[in-house]
Each structure stands twice: as C-alpha cells, then as structure tokens.
C-alpha cells in the first residue's frame, strides 16, 4: 500500500483496495488514538483510520453501510444523518424514473433512491467539496454535482437526460443552520424551499422535502403550495423528522401519516376528530402516545376508532380494555393510586413522569428514593388542583 497525497483535508477514496480494507479490520480492535500517533497523516492510514473511528461511533446505524465497504468522511458529525431506516421511509415517495437530491450530504438519501426499482437516473448536489468527492465514490451510479444547488444546473440536467416533469421527484433536506444557529423555520433553511417550491414544481411531479421533528405543522400547511401530505417519521419510538410531499397538482385535503420506520407500520387521517370533553378518572389502563403520534395529533383519531377516553392530564387517554400492541402509544395497567405524596409506599426500580405539575420528576425520584426503571411507572399528574398520582405497570 503506497502511500498517496490526496487534494482533501478529510479522506480520499481513491487509496481504498482489498489490501487496505484488510489493514482495517486487522486493526479495528486497536485504539486510534495509537493508530494516529503511529500513522500520522499518511495516506493510506489517515483515510483507513477515520474509517475505524467511524466504525467505533456509527456502528449501530450504518451497520449495512460498513457491510457495504462504505466510505465515511472525517471531521462531520453525523448525528443528524439518516439512517437507513429512516431513509428508506422517504424512498416510497420515489415513483419516478428521475430524481435529484439538492443538499446530498453523506448520502444516504440518495442511496436509498437509487436502489429503488424504477430509477434510472439520479442527481446529486453537495456543497462540500470533500463530501462532494466521496459520494461519487459511494454512490457511482449517481451523477454528482460539486457545490450549492442551482436551479440552472438542474434545468440544464433536465435538458441533457429529456426528462419530463412527469418523469421527476426532487428530494431537499435544507441546512436548517441561521447565523449558527438551529432553526426549525423552512423559510430560514439553505435552500429556500418556499422561494424555490414553484419553479420546482413546475419542472417535477413530486417535492419531497426533510424537515426538523420540531416543525410547527400548522404553519407550513400555510406556507407550502400543493401540499398533499405530512409525514411524521418516528424510529424506536422517538419522533426523528417530518416529511412535506407537495405534487404538481392542486390539493384540497392534506393528508397526515405517521410511520414507524423500524417495522413500516403507519397510520393516517385527512380529517382529526375534534377532542370530545375530557375525563379525571382513570380507568384500569392508561394509554400514552408516543412522540411521534403526538406530533401528528392522529391520538385523536385513535381514540375515536378504538374508544378511549381523553384524561385532562396531558395527552394521555385511559380505557377499560387492553389495546391492541402499536409502537405508536405505551399500555399502562393501573396498580395503585395515592391521595398525596405521603401516601406512596414504593420501593425499587420505577420510571416516573410528571405532567401538568411544577415538581420535576427528579425532584420527585429524589424525595421518594426510586432507582431508574422501565417497566413499572409513576404518574404524578396535575390539572389546576386537580391531581393524581397512580402507578403503572407497562403492558408489553
């Protein structure tokens, strides 16, 4: 293995070969603190370093990708990439033979795009010049443009391949940092998808667009044309992030779905019911939303199929009949209630929520002397002076 210069700061893809991925797993289990001190900068250790510590830190959520020979750049956090769960709740929106991803990033994305059935053909934008360089070695069958998005290189895309508006889905996951800070807003994301949405309708059938969990959804129903669907996407119970699909045709109707992107399962609703008069007494389960189905408000809907009751705690809901499994919500069977805090005799492991009420759960977890826990459960619930504090034993 010579050793090569490369023109990147991060690493060069081009001194990967058998030999090196060898080097790599030969070495996977030596501390890269050594690695570095030993190897330095020289390539092809600096490149087949990072490799490793990439490995050591992403091993969970790009088990597939390390599989794959993927890869990996240095010195980028990539916490807020995609995973390929998640990734591939977004290729379902790819029904078109062309597509192109604006902001690529890493890439994960686009892979997921490319290895769908119907795609011929495949676009990338990436700003970072280092990021840029990987991907076209990641993701060969992509065509890969070096820089910020431009409309005109993307007309000019269109032109060279013949692609009818029909023909293409555009995919944007914006830099969602203002003047380093994170925004939630779509109109202070890089690019702009509200500036850019009608010319890029104009030249697709489909806009897929990321956004953060935290987006406020009634506003970009206002501000988003043609908008036919909000997705929320959750993974192992949290909410990770949400999903605009606009098309190139009016809607009346914006439909709302919420995806588990571990097993696909989901659920949807066009209209949410409005909430009936909430209730104070518990009956013997408590049934609580997961984040994600919070986010989409679909609990609502839920309730009104399955015939739950909403308690005035919060969004939770409690019913006389066992629920069905979902990873959507969390089953609590009631074991006990107390009049007051001095009142509850508990000893062990338990998880505790305070909801409604200015005592914290640590305040709460220090005064009563529980250990962490997950399967039992206390709630100490307040509305006004209205309080209830049970405990719960998760249903699984």
Not at 158 to 166: F, M
Request: charged share 25%; net charge neutral; with cysteine.
């Amino acid at each position: 293995m010579a050793s090569i210069d490369h023109p990147l700061t991060g690493v060069n893809p081009e001194v990967f070969n058998d030999d090196l991925w060898a080097w790599i797993e030969s070495n996977s289990a030596i501390n890269t603190t050594e690695l570095r001190l030993k190897y330095g900068t020289n390539e092809p250790y600096s490149s087949a370093i990072a490799q490793i510590e990439a490995k050591n830190k992403y091993a969970g959520k790009f088990r597939e990708l390390f599989e794959e020979r993927w890869v990996f750049p240095t010195g980028i956090g990539l916490e807020q990439s995609s995973s390929l769960k998640t990734a591939a709740v977004k290729s379902r929106f790819f029904q078109t033979s062309y597509s192109a991803d604006l902001c690529a990033g890493m890439g994960i994305d686009s892979k997921t795009i490319l290895n769908t059935a119907q795609c011929l053909k495949h676009l990338c934008f990436e700003q970072n010049l280092p990021l840029a360089h990987l991907l076209k070695h990641n993701l060969p069958g992509a065509d890969v443009i070096p820089g910020a998005f431009d409309i005109g290189k993307l007309k000019d895309w269109i032109s060279e391949h013949n692609v009818a508006s029909n023909e293409l889905t555009v995919y944007l996951d914006p830099d969602r940092r203002s003047s380093n800070k994170k925004t939630f807003s779509i109109a202070e994301g890089t690019p702009n998808l509200i500036e850019l949405q009608r010319e890029l309708l104009n030249l697709s059938a489909c806009v897929v667009a990321k956004h953060s969990p935290m987006l406020d959804l009634k506003a970009c129903m206002q501000e988003l044309e043609n908008l036919h669907e909000l997705v929320i996407v959750q993974y192992q119970g949290e909410c990770k992030e949400v999903l605009t699909i606009q098309r190139n045709e009016k809607s009346t109707d914006v439909a709302i779905t919420l995806i588990e992107a571990e097993s696909l399962t989901s659920i949807s609703g066009n209209h949410i019911p409005s909430i009936i008069q909430p209730v104070q007494t518990v009956k013997k389960y408590i049934i609580q939303p997961s984040p994600g189905l919070n986010k989409s408000s679909l609990h609502a809907l839920l309730a009104q199929q399955l015939d739950w009751e909403r308690l005035i705690f919060g969004t939770l809901y409690t019913s006389h009949r066992l629920p069905s499994p979902s990873p959507f919500y969390k089953v609590f069977e009631i074991k006990s209630s107390f009049s007051s805090l001095k009142k509850v005799r508990l000893e062990g492991a338990y998880a505790i929520e305070s909801i409604g009420s200015k005592i914290t759960a640590k305040e709460l977890r220090k005064r009563l002397k529980l250990q962490e826990g997950r399967e039992q459960k206390l709630f100490y619930l307040q509305n006004g002076r209205t309080k209830q504090i049970l405990e719960g034993l998760l249903i699984e």
